[in-house]
């Protein structure tokens, strides 16, 4: 007797994502910078020839897209919900314990301030969410996209950040973004990336090279934190 399966096949997804080159590629692809090939085998670990193949299912699958650009194809993440997924699944694997036998020098500095595709992510997005949150900055909070209270929509404002504007985008406005370090919720959608972009514009902080950490200058973390205080 053949068993009735509902809902879409997760199996293909699971291991093209599983496979630890491709995993590397996509971790390294939450930084929202578009890579080349060649960067990416480096990444990986792998040579030119293997990444070939291994982007190939990733384009096919629709978890990343390809730009030419001249000689050049730069490869990025497909959209938002594949960065959401690929978040998601960290938060799990560091719940979980599944972390890596060499850590990075660069974790805590990760764990405190990170790009996480388009917005700020680590503690100090983390920070952000929560004082908005605690002066009613969002509504609709039992949804997966959140609007902005009449208050909410006076900080950002007020901050150098258009809600109109950003309502307008063809993407989402505002969703909680589980943090896998934290455990807690960062902001993401269109107001969290205002927000990163804000704070770069600002020169409180900028991002690392070749790296999705994001470094504060002193007086910058400074500012930021006393923005949250207010």
């Not at 996480?116 to 002066?135: F, I, K, N, R, T």
């Amino acid at each position: 007797m053949t068993t009735m399966k509902d809902g879409p096949h997760i199996a293909r997804i699971a291991a093209l994502i599983g496979d630890h080159a491709r995993a590397e590629v996509l971790t390294a692809l939450m930084a929202d910078r578009a890579m080349t090939a060649t960067e990416l085998a480096d990444v990986a670990g792998v040579s030119k020839a293997t990444i070939s193949v291994h982007l190939a299912k990733l384009v096919d699958a629709n978890l990343i897209a390809v730009d030419p650009q001249g000689r050049h194809r730069y490869f990025r993440l497909a959209n938002h919900d594949v960065a959401q997924l690929l978040e998601s699944l960290m938060g799990v694997a560091f719940r979980s314990g599944a972390v890596r036998l060499r850590g990075s020098p660069r974790e805590p500095a990760l764990r405190k301030a990170r790009v996480c595709y388009d917005h700020l992510a680590g503690e100090l997005g983390v920070l952000a969410m929560e004082s908005l949150q605690g002066q009613g900055a969002f509504t609709g909070l039992q949804e997966s996209e959140w609007q902005l209270s009449e208050s909410g929509r006076a900080w950002f404002s007020a901050h150098g950040m258009d809600p109109d504007t950003l309502a307008s985008q063809r993407r989402c406005f505002c969703r909680p973004c589980l943090d896998w370090g934290e455990r807690r919720h960062h902001l993401a959608g269109a107001l969290g990336a205002a927000l990163m972009a804000r704070v770069f514009e600002l020169g409180w902080a900028r991002r690392a090279k070749d790296s999705r950490v994001v470094q504060f200058t002193e007086v910058g973390e400074y500012a930021y934190r006393q923005l949250f205080l207010s």
